[in-house]
């Protein structure tokens, strides 16, 4: 069984950071993408940021040049950096890990159960 595990939410003031750890634990070989989602109140949830495995990332416009996500494989965690933080990035986020090989075989999206971030103006 997969589970992954955020931390690092909470409230921030408008241009402040924060970060965001995940870590996943289970008899995991390897994680192939991972990243973090984020889903704001009468919002779909949407992909923030993912990064392969070979560290190749990509970000939501809405983010980029402000977030920087990152992963150490053989711990298996992924953070999200957030700097200059908005109103608009209050939400719910979710870390989420693609296409897992376990001793079970693959499973292919798993996620956590979710942290607060609040930015006050």
């Known amino acids: 069984q997969v589970q992954l595990v955020e931390s690092g939410g909470g409230l921030v003031q408008a241009g402040g950071s924060l970060r965001l750890s995940c870590a996943a634990s289970g008899s995991i070989f390897s994680i192939n993408g991972m990243g973090w989602h984020r889903q704001a109140p009468g919002k779909q949830r949407e992909l923030v940021a993912g990064?392969?495995?070979?560290?190749?990332?990509n970000y939501a416009d809405s983010v980029k040049g402000r977030f920087t996500i990152s992963r150490d494989n053989a711990k298996n965690t992924v953070n999200l950096q957030m700097n200059s933080v908005k109103p608009e990035d209050t939400a719910v986020y979710y870390c989420?890990?693609?296409?897992?090989?376990?001793?079970?075989?693959?499973?292919?999206?798993?996620w956590g159960q979710g942290t607060q971030v609040t930015v006050s103006s």
């Open positions: 989420a890990a693609d296409r897992v090989r376990t001793m079970s075989g693959y499973g292919y999206r798993y």
């Open positions: 990064i392969t495995s070979g560290g190749r990332t």
